[in-house]
């Protein structure tokens, strides 16, 4: 299986680090990680997406081996992967949480043929309490990395799993904090609503009903302002559904993509 990394010179001259999977003769999917994360999001996807589909996946700008050159916000990050998905020539974008607000804001002016959006969510403003941003946010500059690492394992992903807790903490180790706190403010402070309306292609949204971060009624919001969009709701999983239903993902993925474009 082909596999590469690659570095994006951005037209602000930041370097962003990406992975290439697949062969290059199949649909190529541009896979947007979300806040406090990185590419590792989707490891547990490549095996089996790339059996059918070439999957760019890069680090955020500030996140995992992307340079951290400021502004770390949402326009700045779309302007980014707007770079990536030309000059990869992708044709499906997928996003999880942050990930996937980016990849509306994408999908509204590129015209991908799919869009997929996963945990993710349009805005935090009401109707939505934002409780998960306001919560930590305040506290964010006063923490250290350490402390960080644990209020997120307790209050964000809540795993029992100790592999997972293991590879999280790897990841999480590795965030910087300024990065996270211009980044948050500016998540909570963002609205796609706008932007959904010009959403053409067709849309998967992928959602656990027990997501505690991004609770299940941002997904049903998306699906009602997004015209050509379908949702499908996972029982008994929480926010993290790359790394706690992986095969039952990529299942769902391919199976969408392939009978929609």
């Not at 947007?32 to 490891?43: K, L, N, V």
């Not at 050159?69 to 990536?84: A, N």
Request: a negative charge; charged letters at 25%.
């Amino acid at each position: 299986m082909y596999h590469d990394e690659r570095i994006l010179l951005t037209d602000d001259e930041a370097k962003i680090s990406y992975s290439v999977v697949g062969e290059y003769s199949n649909p190529t999917i541009l896979m947007i990680h979300g806040w406090a994360s990185d590419r590792s999001t989707y490891d547990n996807l490549i095996p089996e997406l790339s059996k059918n589909f070439r999957l760019i996946i890069p680090d955020l700008r500030g996140f995992g081996k992307s340079e951290k050159k400021p502004p770390f916000v949402t326009h700045r990050m779309v302007k980014d992967m707007i770079l990536l998905y030309k000059a990869e020539n992708a044709k499906i974008i997928l996003g999880h949480s942050w990930g996937g607000l980016i990849a509306q804001e994408l999908s509204a002016v590129l015209d991908p043929r799919a869009t997929i959006l996963v945990s993710t969510f349009a805005k935090w403003s009401r109707p939505f309490s934002g409780w998960f941003f306001k919560l930590l946010l305040p506290i964010i500059e006063r923490m250290d990395i350490d402390a960080f690492v644990n209020t997120m394992l307790e209050v964000a992903y809540r795993t029992r799993n100790k592999d997972m807790e293991r590879s999280l903490k790897e990841m999480l180790r590795n965030l910087d904090m300024n990065v996270l706190k211009e980044s948050g403010i500016d998540i909570l402070e963002f609205d796609s609503t706008p932007e959904l309306s010009l959403i053409k292609s067709p849309a998967l949204i992928v959602h656990g009903d027990r997501d505690h971060i991004v609770p299940l009624e941002h997904a049903f919001y998306l699906n009602d302002n997004i015209k050509n969009s379908e949702i499908v709701v996972i029982p008994r999983v929480g926010h993290n559904l790359p790394d706690i239903k992986p095969k039952l993902l990529s299942s769902l993925i391919t199976g969408w993509v392939l009978s929609s474009i």
